[in-house]
């Protein structure tokens, strides 16, 4: 009994197997099928790759900018009182993480960047007319005739979450410097952004360095005239010189905290969407799931007719 029902379910388990012939001949049966799916996932891809804009990249690569006039080395003496006028001396590579940070921060984007762009580049841009250089901008959205918004105008903390979708600051994995990029429809706009951060970034820098410069030369002028050490007032002359000459620098150099090792360009070429590689995975979808489903509905036909056969028997 045990043996005849062993035999029975390896007979089963037999008929159940696919060969490679046998799934040829599904296809083959099927071809009508598979060739209209595979040809609708194709179709399907190509017109959800149409129906976003072409996107470009612009990008910047970034360094500190150094005093080299500056020295290596101070006395203790020198650090204490630099320390009380609220003055580094040092500038190490943390200096690019902070920065990368005020980059990447709300309050930047709100105080700096948001001022000098315009939200229906950000929020309703439809296409980039090349030939024109212009933005054609979705009409459901923004009025361009009027300059009006025709949905709530966006807030700013949704500009911000909106704008860190295309905007990247961090470090370049091979070279550690400082690595900007930013993807829009417009190759223009996405240069102009671009710049405007730098510029931005080395403003706020400069501003505070002048702020702080002076505060400190204040602090310093008051510690000289009040002391009678002459060592004393030998450091303190020392950083007298080196707050002036930071201030002077700050007020000189556009290019204060940070220097573009390569600029940001008007991309020619778009970096998206990939509508080649989009059309070729939808095709294969499209294929794949064809191939399932016949395989699905044989062996359905199969299972339906054992069953019947069982019945009549």
């Known amino acids: 009994m045990n043996m005849n029902n062993l035999q029975t379910?390896?007979?089963?388990?037999?008929?159940?197997?696919?060969?490679?012939?046998?799934?040829?001949?599904?296809?083959?049966?099927?071809?009508?099928?598979?060739?209209?799916?595979?040809?609708?996932?194709?179709?399907s891809a190509l017109i959800y790759s149409f129906q976003y804009p072409n996107v470009y990249t612009s990008s910047a690569l970034l360094t500190l900018t150094r005093d080299d006039a500056s020295p290596s080395s101070s006395s203790s003496q020198t650090n204490t009182l630099a320390n009380l006028a609220g003055i580094n001396l040092g500038m190490g590579d943390s200096k690019s993480q902070e920065i990368l940070a005020r980059m990447n921060s709300y309050n930047f984007f709100q105080s700096l960047i948001?001022?000098?762009?315009?939200?229906?580049?950000?929020?309703?841009?439809?296409?980039?007319?090349s030939k024109n250089n212009k933005i054609i901008y979705d009409s459901s959205m923004f009025d361009e005739e009027l300059g009006t918004w025709l949905i709530p105008e966006p807030s700013s903390q949704s500009?911000?979450?909106?704008?860190?979708?295309?905007?990247?600051?961090?470090?370049?994995?091979?070279?550690?410097?400082?690595?900007?990029?930013?993807?829009?429809?417009?190759?223009?706009?996405?240069?102009?952004?671009?710049?405007?951060?730098?510029?931005?970034?080395?403003?706020?820098?400069?501003?505070?360095?002048?702020?702080?410069?002076?505060?400190?030369?204040?602090?310093l002028n008051k510690k000289m005239a009040s002391s009678n050490s002459s060592e004393i007032k030998s450091s303190l002359a020392f950083l007298i010189q080196k707050q002036?000459?930071?201030?002077?620098?700050?007020?000189?150099?556009?290019?204060?905290?940070?220097?573009g090792l390569e600029l940001p360009i008007v991309s020619e070429k778009k970096s998206g969407p990939n509508r080649a590689l989009n059309i070729i995975f939808g095709t294969m979808i499209g294929f794949i799931f064809s191939i399932f489903l016949s395989l699905l509905i044989e062996f359905y036909r199969a299972e339906k007719a054992l069953s019947n056969h069982k019945t009549h028997s």
């Open 159 to 219: 500009g911000y979450k909106k704008f860190m979708k295309i905007f990247l600051a961090g470090s370049d994995d091979l070279t550690k410097f400082m690595k900007l990029t930013l993807e829009h429809e417009s190759p223009v706009i996405a240069q102009k952004w671009l710049d405007e951060i730098i510029r931005s970034i080395n403003t706020v820098y400069r501003a505070e360095t002048q702020k702080k410069a002076s505060r400190s030369l204040l602090f």
């Open 114 to 129: 948001l001022p000098s762009i315009k939200l229906e580049n950000l929020f309703a841009v439809e296409s980039w007319d």
């Open 244 to 259: 002036t000459q930071t201030l002077m620098m700050a007020e000189e150099n556009e290019n204060y905290i940070v220097t």
């Open 9 to 43: 379910n390896d007979d089963h388990t037999s008929e159940k197997r696919v060969t490679l012939y046998q799934l040829l001949l599904i296809i083959y049966k099927h071809s009508t099928l598979i060739i209209c799916l595979t040809f609708l996932g194709m179709g």
